[in-house]
């Protein structure tokens, strides 16, 4: 009998063990091997408006070392800003450390299956460039499935706009007192095989926030918390990358949506410049509704129909997606919510108002006026017909609505310094009179004549400075004055 005893005692000791050991390799899964990158041979770095730009080309582990090696003051910068994030969890909620760590270790197995192999690859070139553990990265990109926040976004054109252009704005409303806006970062990618984009993001995040596409495919995301969710299927940041590396079309973007396992409650407004026309897609872990613009199939009470325009906040228009929220006052009525009454409303009226006379200036105005008040981390609005692109992020702790917005001509940047086009030289003075300082030229703007830009129609008379290529390498200093102030008056693609 005691001998019994004894061999149950092993063998349950045993499969402890067992159980121990196969635990830590399943939190601890493998990597490929490092590689040798010379980050220069196919990227560069610069600055635009004081904000970085990389430039990411070629494999995934080659890109991931170049993020590394171009940004990586900013990436370890957000490496302590996640351990500050890790301390704060501990002090708000008493979340040890280490229980932290578990619960995102956990999250990002479960989540392991669906996330592409060239994005974990991408991942170990940026840990080898920064010289951090992969796990940090690995944690990181899975935080989407584990917290909340409150978005907006909105798209306009055709009949809604001055210019018939598309325009997509998106507010990404997040905490601002972390710090994560001084790890900001402009991402041009060309990856191989892919579609090449721009990420207005992080520097120690591969995956996608906001951004656009070369094709015109322009991507906002809206949080909606639900009771259907699940740790298992492909973080957002994850699913909005894939929709700018893969899809050119609307269609593209419907297939991915509606084929991809999805985690947990988001909305989603994506554009597309080409076509001008833009859906709106509400999910959970089981569920997605699709909505075009003035779509008949939102027959909520609370739905605001508009041609030639779709935007969303966090209340799904679809009745089974919404018995399901959590957000926006659900199971009641969302009326009363921020996410109704300020941000869904505040787009809808706004859009209204300046319905056929919406230029950059005025979308940039809406984008501002939607914002989540102390929350906004950073701000984006998209031309996606002529692919320009503004930014703003937040400023010590300052909302990203009320910074200045910085213009990225991507078709421009898209080119190697050494390679772009001399700007086109000013006018002569008896013809565009230009004030030297940036500041005066508010008092000009009715007096000189506009140029053309390379559309054939009249650009605005805002600055633009570019500095001269620093030598030694691809390092350059492009300076753009294109601020929302600036812009009050005229659009970047059309003035009056």
Same mark, same amino acid.
């Given at each position: 009998?005691?001998?019994?005893?004894?061999?149950?005692?092993?063998?349950?000791?045993?499969?402890?063990?067992?159980?121990?050991?196969?635990?830590?390799?399943?939190?601890?899964?493998?990597?490929?091997?490092?590689?040798?990158?010379?980050?220069?041979?196919?990227?560069?770095?610069?600055?635009?408006?004081?904000?970085?730009?990389?430039?990411?080309?070629?494999?995934?582990?080659?890109?991931?070392?170049?993020?590394?090696?171009?940004?990586?003051?900013?990436?370890?910068?957000?490496?302590?800003?996640?351990?500050?994030?890790?301390?704060?969890?501990?002090?708000?909620?008493?979340?040890?450390?280490?229980?932290?760590?578990?619960?995102?270790?956990?999250?990002?197995?479960?989540?392991?299956?669906?996330?592409?192999?060239?994005?974990?690859?991408?991942?170990? +070139?940026?840990?080898?460039?920064?010289?951090?553990?992969?796990?940090?990265?690995?944690?990181?990109?899975?935080?989407?499935?584990?917290?909340?926040? $409150?978005?907006?976004?909105?798209?306009?054109?055709?009949?809604?706009?001055?210019?018939?252009?598309?325009?997509?704005?998106?507010?990404?409303?997040?905490?601002?007192?972390?710090?994560?806006?001084?790890?900001?970062?402009?991402?041009?990618?060309?990856?191989?095989?892919?579609?090449?984009? $721009?990420?207005?993001?992080?520097?120690?995040?591969?995956?996608?926030?906001? +951004?656009?596409?070369?094709?015109?495919?322009?991507?906002?995301?809206?949080?909606?918390?639900?009771?259907?969710?699940?740790?298992?299927?492909?973080?957002?940041?994850?699913?909005?990358?894939?929709?700018?590396?893969?899809?050119?079309?609307?269609?593209?973007?419907?297939?991915?949506?509606?084929?991809?396992?999805?985690?947990?409650?988001?909305?989603?407004?994506?554009?597309?410049?080409?076509?001008?026309?833009?859906?709106?897609?509400?999910?959970?872990?089981?569920?997605?509704?699709?909505?075009?613009?003035?779509?008949?199939?939102?027959?909520?009470?609370?739905?605001?129909?508009?041609?030639?325009?779709?935007?969303?906040?966090?209340?799904?228009?679809?009745?089974?997606?919404?018995?399901?929220?959590?957000? $926006?006052?659900?199971?009641?009525?969302?009326?009363?919510?921020?996410?109704?009454?300020?941000?869904?409303?505040?787009?809808?009226?706004?859009?209204?108002?300046?319905?056929?006379?919406?230029?950059?200036?005025?979308?940039?105005?809406?984008?501002?006026?939607?914002?989540?008040?102390?929350?906004?981390?950073?701000?984006?609005?998209?031309?996606?017909?002529?692919?320009?692109?503004?930014?703003?992020?937040?400023?010590?702790?300052?909302?990203?609505?009320?910074?200045?917005?910085?213009?990225?001509?991507?078709?421009?940047?898209?080119?190697?310094?050494?390679?772009?086009?001399?700007?086109?030289?000013? $006018?002569?003075?008896?013809?565009?009179?230009?004030?030297?300082?940036?500041?005066?030229?508010?008092?000009?703007?009715?007096?000189?004549?506009?140029?053309?830009?390379?559309?054939?129609? #009249?650009?605005?008379?805002?600055?633009?400075?570019?500095?001269?290529?620093? #030598?030694?390498?691809?390092?350059?200093?492009?300076?753009?004055?294109?601020?929302?102030?600036?812009?009050?008056?005229?659009?970047?693609?059309?003035?009056?």
């Amino acid at each position: 009998m005691a001998t019994l005893v004894k061999r149950i005692l092993l063998a349950t000791v045993g499969l402890i063990l067992a159980l121990i050991f196969g635990g830590f390799l399943w939190l601890n899964p493998g990597r490929g091997p490092r590689e040798e990158v010379d980050p220069y041979e196919k990227g560069w770095h610069e600055t635009v408006e004081d904000t970085l730009v990389i430039h990411l080309r070629g494999a995934p582990y080659e890109m991931g070392y170049q993020r590394g090696y171009f940004a990586r003051d900013k990436v370890a910068l957000s490496v302590e800003i996640f351990d500050g994030l890790l301390d704060q969890a501990q002090e708000e909620m008493g979340l040890p450390r280490f229980a932290a760590n578990l619960i995102l270790d956990v999250t990002y197995q479960l989540c392991a299956p669906f996330i592409p192999e060239r994005y974990k690859r991408e991942m170990e +070139g940026l840990a080898d460039a920064s010289g951090f553990n992969l796990k940090i990265f690995r944690r990181a990109h899975v935080l989407s499935v584990l917290t909340e926040r $409150a978005c907006s976004s909105f798209t306009v054109w055709g009949n809604a706009t001055e210019d018939g252009k598309l325009y997509h704005g998106r507010n990404f409303d997040w905490i601002t007192s972390a710090g994560l806006e001084d790890t900001a970062v402009l991402a041009l990618y060309e990856p191989d095989g892919f579609r090449p984009f $721009a990420s207005a993001g992080y520097a120690g995040l591969i995956s996608v926030l906001s +951004g656009m596409n070369m094709d015109g495919i322009s991507i906002g995301q809206i949080g909606a918390i639900t009771d259907d969710g699940s740790l298992r299927g492909l973080p957002m940041e994850f699913f909005l990358r894939r929709v700018l590396e893969e899809c050119s079309t609307l269609d593209d973007v419907t297939g991915l949506v509606t084929s991809v396992k999805h985690t947990v409650g988001f909305n989603y407004v994506v554009g597309d410049g080409e076509a001008r026309d833009a859906r709106a897609y509400e999910t959970t872990a089981n569920h997605v509704a699709i909505f075009g613009p003035n779509d008949p199939l939102e027959t909520v009470e609370y739905a605001i129909r508009i041609e030639d325009a779709v935007f969303r906040s966090d209340e799904a228009m679809d009745p089974v997606v919404r018995s399901l929220q959590r957000c $926006a006052n659900a199971p009641n009525m969302p009326y009363g919510s921020n996410s109704y009454d300020h941000r869904y409303l505040g787009m809808a009226t706004r859009i209204q108002e300046h319905y056929g006379a919406i230029n950059a200036a005025v979308a940039l105005d809406i984008v501002k006026a939607t914002a989540m008040k102390n929350a906004n981390l950073h701000a984006v609005l998209t031309n996606s017909t002529d692919r320009q692109l503004w930014v703003a992020h937040a400023k010590k702790g300052q909302d990203a609505a009320a910074q200045s917005f910085v213009r990225y001509d991507l078709p421009r940047l898209f080119i190697h310094p050494d390679e772009r086009p001399e700007l086109q030289a000013p $006018a002569e003075p008896d013809e565009a009179p230009v004030a030297e300082d940036p500041e005066d030229v508010e008092g000009q703007e009715d007096e000189v004549e506009q140029p053309e830009d390379v559309d054939g129609e #009249e650009a605005s008379d805002e600055t633009e400075e570019f500095a001269e290529e620093v #030598e030694g390498d691809a390092d350059t200093d492009v300076r753009e004055e294109e601020t929302l102030e600036e812009e009050a008056g005229t659009t970047p693609d059309s003035a009056e």
